[in-house]
């Protein structure tokens, strides 16, 4: 069964952290490119990070550079997000996904993504 299943969101205060966690089951890893997305109440899904299939190469929107970090362990068939820093504006709902393309300039988009996991809830406390 092909599944992604996102953890470790939660209520946290600004300035905090979080490590998201989005497991795959039924798929080889190694041979998809993985992002995260996140939408918040009233507004549209945006790419928050991606990394590559062919050389883990890693993407992130402006807004999170230098506080997010994405990473995966492809044995553990899990990707993980780094979250550092964290600003009220960071709430949302966030999303892993595979099979879709990392993208330099907008990181990914929703619609190139054809497997998603049910998400995790961030907010984040001012």
């Known amino acids: 069964q092909l599944q992604l299943v996102e953890s470790g969101g939660g209520l946290v205060q600004a300035g905090g952290s979080l490590r998201l966690s989005c497991v795959a089951s039924?798929?080889?890893?190694?041979?998809?490119?993985i992002a995260w997305f996140r939408q918040a109440p009233g507004k549209e899904r945006e790419g928050v990070s991606c990394?590559?299939?062919?050389?883990?190469?890693?993407y992130y929107a402006d807004s999170v550079r230098g506080r997010f970090t994405i990473s995966r362990d492809n044995p553990k068939s899990t990707v993980y997000l780094q979250m550092n820093s964290l600003k009220p504006e960071d709430t949302a709902s966030y999303y892993c996904?595979?099979?879709?393309?990392?993208?330099?300039?907008?990181?990914?988009?929703?619609?190139?993504?054809?497997?998603w996991g049910r998400g995790t809830q961030v907010t984040v406390s001012s």
């Open positions: 996904a595979l099979n879709g393309v990392c993208r330099r300039t907008v990181v990914a988009r929703p619609y190139e993504y054809d497997y």
């Open positions: 039924g798929f080889t890893l190694e041979h998809y490119s």
């Open positions: 990394i590559s299939s062919n050389d883990g190469t890693t």
